[in-house]
């Protein structure tokens, strides 16, 4: 499997095709969370070259149903991996085990498997981070352009609707993310 053809494809198609109202779910959301899941894999231990690979792979293409749709983009994501990562050398199982960290991804998160719970801790590793403010000031807009939300007062009341419930999967998540977190629920309140 050649990891770094696959990227290159998906980042210039991302460049070409992704909307311009994306103001969250663009390159730059992709990138982060491929950083953010390979820490993640590094503080939980995954030490497997073939793991890594199909973790970085998912992270790059977790998102790329965007090009196609807003509402189901994780199977539109999963229809251009089915697509496009033969041609890169990936085979049936590798592309499964990939579609299976894109769907643990939709919300509500269902991962099953350690890799799974990983890309979703990585999907929302925001939450926890101290430029939480900046970049849910980018989905506000990216919502907001879409109708998916009023005004800044509704979108308090669901980010702190959605932040309550939610929980890290992983320990090391879990220890760098939770306390942040918190405080951050604390100034929605």
């Known amino acids: 499997m050649n990891v770094q053809e696959a990227e290159i494809y998906i980042v210039d198609q991302f460049r070409r095709k992704l909307p311009d109202t ?3 779910h663009g390159l730059h959301h992709t990138l982060d969370v491929t950083n953010a899941a390979l820490h993640l894999a590094r503080l939980e231990g995954i030490t497997d070259p073939e793991a890594l690979d199909l973790l970085r792979t998912a992270a790059l293409y977790h998102d790329s149903g965007f090009m196609v749709t807003y509402h189901g983009h994780e199977e539109a994501g999963c229809d251009i991996v089915h697509q496009s990562l033969t041609r890169f050398g990936y085979n049936a199982d590798q592309i499964e085990v990939i579609c299976g960290m894109i769907m643990a ?6 991962p099953k498997t350690h890799l799974e719970k990983i890309i979703c801790d990585a999907d929302l590793d925001y939450l926890g981070r101290a430029d939480f ?8 807009r990216e919502l907001k352009v879409r109708d998916m939300v009023s005004d800044m007062e509704s979108w308090n009341a669901l980010q702190k609707t959605f932040i ?4 890290y999967w992983t320990e090391s998540a879990r220890r760098l993310r939770d306390i ?3 405080e951050r629920l604390k100034t929605l309140l």
């Open 22 to 24: 994306l103001y969250y």
């Open 180 to 182: 942040p977190k918190q």
């Open 105 to 110: 991804t939709r919300i509500p998160q269902s």
């Open 133 to 140: 403010e900046q970049i849910a000031e980018t989905l506000y």
């Open 164 to 167: 309550s419930g939610h929980a």
